[in-house]
Structure formats: structure tokens, C-alpha cells
């Protein structure tokens, strides 16, 4: 599979690869993490969320890495395929009732 | 996009005309947020409302305006003084989670153009 070590706005794979996108956040009280897929045109859609008590979390597919120590977030995507093609997005939280700090996205493209 | 509608889904202002962009959810959230996205660029926050009749100023909330009379609905207004409103807007809605960690949700957005 392949991966990026820092955050780069775009990551291209063949289908079937496994990819890793990476973001890292910005404040160390941060405590809960989102990762969101953004297609072209649409809203943000939920992909999986990670607790800061957690260092990974798996979903269908979908596995998300934590890293407190150095600040550092990822999201693993088994088998892409062509319809992950978006935008992908992490966000940060310190706690309810303040707004989510988004990362800059990263766009996957798949190939056939 | 879950419960959560946008309309339109296009708009088009004219110089000097304020505009107001629909936000409705039927998913009882108590908190609802608006973020402005440029192209290629991140979401930035510009308004949002933890509660009916409230509401607290984002990162760029100079020339727009909001509303919270109903727990369903948070119309944001893009006002003349809004010298560059050509944007996608999106409207997200919260719940609160257990442990006090909020997940939001998304709409489908708004894209405003100007004539």
C-alpha cells in the first residue's frame, strides 16, 4: 500500500492498494477525532471517529490510527476502490459545544 | 446527508442584495453550525448555535448573519457587506455523545454565486 509520511493534498493508488492518508492536529487537549469523506459537491459524509483513551479503532474497511505522543492522526482504507475517490478530511474536538477544527484534506484518487 | 436539508442547492447574488441560505434538520439536535468552503480549502467556521435563541460568532463572521428561532432550522443570511461571497456553504448539526464528544453531521450544501 501507500502511504505519506506528512500531509500532502493529494494521494494517488491503484484499486486494491491500501492506502494511508495522515493529518496531524493542533492542540494537544483535543480529545475526540473525526475523519470525514467528502465527495465532489456533497457535505462532508462520517467515516469513523476515534476517543483519545483509544490509539486505533477499526470500521469497515476503514482503520483509524491515533498517535497522542506526536500529535498525529490516520486513516487506513483496505482494497480501495474506485467510489473512495474524495476529499478527506480529520477533525479535532476538545469537547461538546465547541466547533470541530478541520485539517487541510487530503484528495484520493483511484485508478483502475 | 442524513436528516439534515439544504436549499437551494444553487444560488446566484446580485451585487448588494442579501441572501438567505435554508438550513433544516429533523434529527433533534440541539446544536447546529455553518462553515464556508473555498475550492481546493478546508472548512472554516462562521456561525453557530448551541441552543434555540442563541447563537456565537465563528472564525469569519463578518457580513453574514444567522437566526435560531426553531430547534430545526438555522437560516444563515450572506449580507452586502460579504464583499466576497462566492463560496459552498455547508450546514452541520450535532449530537452530544457519551464521554460529552460531539459528532457532526453534514448537509448537502449550498453553492453561492455571484452575478
Known amino acids: 500500500g501507500e502511504s505519506v509520511g506528512l500531509h500532502l493534498p493529494t494521494l494517488s493508488v491503484q484499486e486494491g492498494d491500501n492506502s494511508i492518508i495522515n493529518c496531524a492536529y493542533s492542540?494537544?487537549?483535543?480529545?475526540?477525532f473525526i475523519w470525514y469523506k467528502q465527495e465532489s459537491g456533497k457535505g462532508p459524509q462520517f467515516i469513523i471517529d476515534?476517543?483519545?483513551?483509544?490509539d486505533k479503532r477499526q470500521g469497515q474497511r476503514v482503520t483509524v490510527l491515533l498517535n497522542k505522543t506526536v500529535k498525529h492522526l490516520s486513516l487506513q482504507i483496505a482494497a480501495t476502490q474506485p467510489g473512495d475517490s474524495a476529499v478527506y478530511f480529520c477533525?479535532?474536538?476538545?469537547?461538546?459545544?465547541?466547533?470541530?477544527?478541520f485539517g487541510k484534506g487530503t484528495t484520493l484518487s483511484v485508478s483502475s | 446527508d442524513g436528516g439534515i436539508t439544504q436549499s437551494p442547492k444553487y444560488l446566484f447574488r446580485k451585487e448588494g442584495q442579501n441572501v438567505t441560505l435554508s438550513c433544516e434538520q429533523n434529527?433533534?439536535?440541539?446544536?447546529m453550525y455553518w462553515y464556508r468552503q473555498d475550492p481546493g480549502q478546508g472548512l472554516r467556521l462562521i456561525y453557530y448555535?448551541?441552543?434555540?435563541?442563541?447563537?456565537q460568532k465563528g472564525d469569519i463572521a463578518e457580513g453574514y448573519s444567522v437566526s435560531r428561532e426553531k430547534k430545526e432550522s438555522f437560516p444563515l443570511t450572506v449580507t452586502s457587506a460579504q464583499k466576497n461571497p462566492t463560496a459552498f456553504y455547508l450546514c452541520?448539526?450535532?449530537?452530544?455523545?457519551?464521554?460529552?464528544?460531539?459528532?457532526?453531521?453534514f448537509g448537502p450544501g449550498t453553492r453561492l454565486l455571484v452575478l
Open positions: 452541520a448539526s450535532s449530537i452530544i455523545l457519551p464521554g460529552n464528544q460531539e459528532t457532526q453531521y
Open positions: 477533525a479535532e474536538n476538545m469537547w461538546a459545544g465547541t466547533a470541530l477544527i
Open positions: 434529527l433533534n439536535h440541539d446544536a
Open positions: 448555535s448551541q441552543i434555540v435563541n442563541d447563537f
Open positions: 476515534i476517543r483519545s483513551n483509544m
Open positions: 492542540n494537544s487537549a483535543s480529545d475526540y
